[in-house]
Each structure stands twice: as C-alpha cells, then as structure tokens.
C-alpha cells in the first residue's frame, strides 16, 4: 500500500477512537455489585447475593499478587461471569469492565481455576452400588429422571435427610 494513499482524516479518526477507547476504559471501571439487581442480573445472569456468594468462596485464590492485581476478586469474578454467560467475545467485556482483554482472558483462566479445585465441596456422587441406586429412586421419585446418580449443590442443606 502507498503510504500517499492514506487520508490523513482516517489516521486521526483512529487515533481519537483509541483515545476515547481508552478513556470509556478509565470511566466504567466500577464496582458492578453497586448496579441495579435487574442491571446485575441482566449483565451476569446471576443475582448479586448469589455472584457475592461467589466472590466470597473464591476470594482467597483470586487474592491480589505481589506485583498488585488490576482488578479485585470482585471485578474478576464478574468478568469472568459475563464472558462465559453472554458467550461475549473478551474484548467487549474488557471495554464493558475498564480492563484489557488479556486481564479478562487472566480472570477467566483464574476463576476457572479456582471453581475447579473447589468442585469436590459441591459435586457430590454416591460412592458404592447401593448409594447410586437408591439416588436413582430418589430422583425418580423428585420428577421421573431416570438413570440420574448425581447433581451439583447449589447450596449447603443442614440437615442430613436433605443431602442426596
């Protein structure tokens, strides 16, 4: 390409579009738990008591490191939520949260991480022949599933007649 060819109008345009990009970067960094419960919903498919709930139990591995995080384990979580809810593409989140892409791909990879190493607190399937059939009756029992020897916990039960 010659480089006459180039409007001089064009390199300016995109030079503005960068630094308001830039700027829109610095001016939605927030705290999206201060939303609305509609908004928060609606952005992260997740209420924000339950996207706490979250926070809470990941905030120890998503502690900020030694060289000092850009984004608390909030922002991380709720990246993280909204990339993989909306099936966003990381560089609109990114625009959307004030970060850069590669922070929320580093987010993404951590919750992840991190959600992983905890499945054992909340993935619970039976261990001998007996417990998976008799968990079969049960939800069978709950809405005719069949086949079914193990769920996911979305919350802890108290008492042991509630446990599957």
Known sequence: MDIDMIDLMDLE?????????RSN???????PFESSEEDFRYK????KRFGAKIVDILREDLCHDPRGCPLSPELQVVCALRNWARHEIQD?????????QPVVSKSCK???HSLAMMS???IKMPS???????TMRKFRSIANFPTVI???RLYSYKSEENQW
């Open 44 to 47: 992260y498919r997740f209420t």
């Open 150 to 152: 193990g769920a996911i």
């Open 120 to 122: 054992r607190r909340f």
């Open 13 to 21: 345009d995109l030079d503005m579009l960068e630094t308001s990009r």
């Open 110 to 112: 951590m919750v992840a």
């Open 92 to 100: 609109d989140t990114a625009d959307l949260h004030g970060v850069s």
């Open 128 to 134: 001998s022949l007996d417990a998976q059939q008799q």
């Open 25 to 31: 970067r610095r001016r939605y960094r927030r705290n």
